[in-house]
T-cell receptor, first 110, second 118 residues
Framework: EDQVTQSPEALRLQEGESSSLNCSYT??????LFWYRQDPGKGPEFLFT???AGEEKEKERLKATLTKKESFLHITAPKPEDSATYLC???????????FGAGTTVTVRA | GAGVSQSPSNKVTEKGKDVELRCDPI?????LYWYRQSLGQGLEFLIY????????KSGLPSDRFSAERTGGSVSTLTIQRTQQEDSAVYLC????????????????FGPGTRLTVL
């Protein structure tokens, strides 16, 4: 059975304290791995797509990496505005829907 | 440009009533998706449209749920005889095409409709 697991469930950081979020997946035929950010009461906001092992993408303080079994979202020197729930999703070959993990809720204290 | 819009933003209904939720995708996006987000369940897929056709309805939880899309644009998700377990946030997303790669594959989400069934 295809699965997407995110850890930790929650992460509390001090402003400037870098950390990483993990998304592990067990799927056949990965077609793409997606990272979204979701603020309370809003829809998910697209961050990155990764397609092959070894690929990396960066945006401001965020960097996403991909291996054959997992993806990491690194947050460097976070600020309070980085507080959100970060969702990981996968799409497999011959399918169009996204399968989501449960998310990691990040809280950054000033 | 305008993103995905959904209406209403909030809907409170009584058990047994029918509800309609609307989604306006990004202009030019041919693929449209409905997802549901419940506490403790995460985001789950409901149905996907390519144009006005729905090749994948596998996520619809029961025959009380139906959806249509007209003119390759607006979509309506209808829930008949609502039950308390239908309470959730219903999210719509659209992408330029389905099954592409790069920017064409990215699904952009609307703000959602929060449905509460009393």
């Amino acid at each position: 059975e295809d699965q997407v697991t995110q850890s930790p469930e929650a992460l509390r950081l001090q402003e400037g304290e870098s950390s990483s979020l993990n998304c592990s997946y067990t799927v056949s035929g990965l077609r793409g791995l997606f990272w979204y950010r979701q603020d309370p009461g809003k829809g998910p906001e697209f961050l990155f797509t990764l397609y092959s092992a070894g690929e990396e993408k960066e945006k401001e303080r965020l960097k996403a990496t991909l291996t054959k079994k997992e993806s990491f979202l690194h947050i460097t020197a976070p600020k309070p505005e980085d507080s959100a729930t970060y969702l990981c999703a996968v799409r497999i070959s011959n399918d169009y829907k996204l399968s989501f993990g449960a998310g990691t809720t990040v809280t950054v204290r000033a | 440009g305008a993103g995905v819009s959904q209406s209403p933003s909030n809907k409170v209904t009584e058990k047994g009533k029918d509800v309609e939720l609307r989604c306006d995708p990004i202009s030019g996006h041919t693929a449209l998706y409905w997802y549901r987000q419940s506490l403790g369940q995460g985001l789950e897929f409901l149905i996907y449209f390519q144009g006005n056709s729905a090749p994948d309805k596998s996520g619809l939880p029961s025959d009380r749920f139906s959806a249509e899309r007209t003119g390759g644009s607006v979509s309506t998700l209808t829930i008949q005889r609502t039950q308390q377990e239908d309470s959730a946030v219903y999210l719509c997303a659209s992408s330029f095409v389905a099954g592409g790669r790069g920017f064409t594959d990215t699904q952009y989400f609307g703000p959602g409709t929060r449905l509460t069934v009393l």
